[in-house]
């Protein structure tokens, strides 16, 4: 039997059939929510403004830590490439087309990477 409670994992392991006389003594306590990881960093990923027109800001939550970002366009083509970028880091778009461009997050040892869309509006 599990038992959820908010991030918490409660699993039962009765080793014998259950009866009144049951205790909660063989209910074990498993923590579920992740360690700090790389996930905590990228969904916190902001680009302001958005819609922009000649900058655009990159914010993620946790300071002292590089990233590495990729834009592409609406059809997939690689527009840029930046690596080893910190929160705050103010990415120039006076050569960007207007339309819709994509930000991807990614680090060298998670290969996890989340994306956002901007948009460019001069």
Not at 48 to 75: C, G, Q
Not at 89 to 95: H, R, S
Request: no cysteine.
């Amino acid at each position: 039997m599990r038992l959820f409670l908010l991030s918490t994992l409660y699993v039962v392991f009765l080793l014998s059939p259950v009866n009144a006389s049951t205790s909660f003594s063989k209910l074990k306590k498993q923590n579920t929510t992740p360690p700090y990881s790389f996930y905590n960093i990228i969904s916190n990923l902001v680009l302001v403004p958005n819609p922009a027109k000649n900058e655009v800001k990159l914010n993620f939550s946790v300071k002292n830590t590089t990233l590495n970002f990729k834009i592409t366009d609406a059809l997939g083509r690689i527009i840029k490439k930046i690596d080893n970028i910190r929160s705050g880091y103010i990415l120039n778009t006076t050569n960007f087309l207007d339309g819709v461009y994509f930000v991807s997050a990614y680090n060298n040892t998670n290969k996890i990477e989340i994306t956002k869309k901007l948009i460019i509006q001069h």
